[in-house]
């Protein structure tokens, strides 16, 4: 059997046994059933339009800062993302205007345009404040330009930088302050609380307190936590009228800060006896700060003192040493001398005796013959180079002075060797003086006539 589809322009004919002519049917059509097909590829490139704002990853940011940080230091980082294409994706990020309590935020936090880096510009104190709000704006660079906005929180986070401040007892600069506990008070009576705050938060203001040292530590204790202070035993009439107690209030920081209170306590039972024995703190303190006064001003006394007279005994043996070098190579004639205001020569002056002297000394002679010339008086009168006309007297019995022959160059020497021995009595009458009024002073009067 042979046979063809249907609906086609063909049939088949049978012409003879198991033979089959194909012959058409009707008129073909070339562009006809079935039909014939190709295919092209076409390439389009969509020009973009900046129709996407830029979006945030988050809906809101918050980050946190230690207090007392370093300017400059970087917070954390905000990040966007744009849909668009080349520069309509390109995000620039911006600081919003704003105010944190009244200043600008621009003073707090800064923004990086290009990375959205936000750092801080100022060292955050805790105290002062402890977070803040502002608001981020995304925006890309299409033509005209897309954005968004997002609110930032910086959280700042407590550092143990205070030390814990007494409230109570009120430490004062001049008058004392105590509390009175009745000679009759029982075991666990309270004698006051110090009371004490600590302006940081958490641990960093968990205070505890405890008694540094004590008159009698045996009779008062501290509370750990509340800062009560109680006594542990019965009072008695052979405990001390003034008990002073140091406590120390410490927070629970890492490292912890401190604060040490002082309180004054009268064992006492009536006011006068509280009174007189608590009048000596005030004026032991002002005595000991007189004291140390007086004692650094006497020490730069004795100092500035003691150099003096070094420098005077150098200045001597140099002036020695300087007129015996003069007198050994003087080639002047040997001639009569007489110094100006020491006496008149004619006894028509205004001194009362006539003291005359002379200086005979010969070429290249090392060695001189002084004549001293005077009245029957045992009083030497010298005037003083440095002033118009006031003389001293000095009384002397026996004096190398007295010596005819003696040489000019011990005469000098004694003269200098009474200079400085008239300063050194004058300096330990001083420090005599000083010995009367503060008996510490001993010490410098033994070392001073050691030097």
């Not at 589809?5 to 012959?23: G, H, R």
């Not at 110094?339 to 060695?367: A, F, W």
Request: aromatic residues 10%; contains cysteine.
């Amino acid at each position: 059997m042979c046979f063809i589809n249907e609906n086609i322009p063909f049939q088949l004919k049978s012409t003879s046994n198991n033979f089959y002519s194909l012959v058409t049917d009707s008129d073909l059509d070339r562009e006809g059933v079935p039909s014939l097909s190709s295919s092209v590829t076409l390439t389009l490139q969509i020009s973009d339009v900046n129709d996407n704002a830029p979006l945030f990853e988050r809906s809101s940011y918050e980050a946190y800062i230690v207090e007392n940080n370093t300017p400059g230091l970087s917070i954390f980082t905000v990040k966007a993302r744009d849909d668009d294409w080349n520069q309509n994706a390109r995000v620039s990020y911006i600081l919003e205007d704003s105010s944190v309590n009244g200043v600008p935020v621009s003073s707090y936090v800064s923004v990086s345009a290009d990375s959205g880096v936000i750092h801080a510009v100022r060292s955050f104190d805790y105290e002062q404040i402890k977070d803040f709000h502002f608001r981020v704006k995304a925006q890309d660079g299409g033509s005209p330009p897309l954005s968004s906005n997002v609110t930032v929180k910086i959280v700042i986070q407590d550092q143990n930088d205070n030390p814990p401040q007494v409230l109570y007892p009120v430490q004062t600069g001049g008058s004392v302050v105590a509390e009175m506990v009745p000679r009759a008070a029982d075991v666990g009576y309270l004698v006051t609380k110090v009371v004490a705050v600590d302006v940081d938060s958490g641990q960093n203001a968990w205070l505890s307190y405890k008694l540094q040292k004590a008159t009698d530590r045996a009779l008062f204790e501290v509370g750990l936590q509340n800062g009560e202070i109680r006594t542990i035993r019965q009072v008695n009439d052979k405990d001390a009228v003034k008990q002073r107690l140091t406590v120390i209030v410490e927070d629970n920081g890492q490292p912890s800060r401190s604060a040490a209170v002082i309180v004054n306590v009268a064992v006492a039972d009536s006011f006068p006896e509280v009174l007189s024995e608590f009048t000596d703190f005030t004026h032991d303190k002002e005595y000991n700060d007189n004291l140390t006064f007086y004692l650094v001003l006497a020490l730069a006394v004795v100092s500035f003192l003691f150099i003096t007279c070094v420098v005077v005994i150098i200045s001597v043996k140099i002036y020695r040493w300087r007129q015996s070098r003069t007198l050994y190579h003087s080639n002047l004639p040997v001639i009569p001398y007489y110094p100006p205001r020491y006496s008149d020569t004619l006894g028509t002056g205004t001194l009362q005796h006539v003291y005359n002297y002379e200086v005979c000394r010969t070429t290249d002679s090392r060695k001189s013959d002084c004549k001293f010339g005077r009245a029957g008086s045992q009083n030497v009168l010298i005037m003083d180079p440095s002033s118009t006309g006031t003389m001293q007297r000095i009384q002397s019995e026996k004096s190398i002075l007295d010596e005819p022959d003696s040489p000019l160059e011990v005469r000098l020497h004694y003269l200098s060797v009474l200079s400085v021995n008239h300063t050194l009595h004058t300096v330990l009458g001083i420090f005599s003086t000083l010995e009367s009024v503060f008996p510490t002073m001993s010490f410098f009067l033994v070392t001073f006539p050691i030097l």
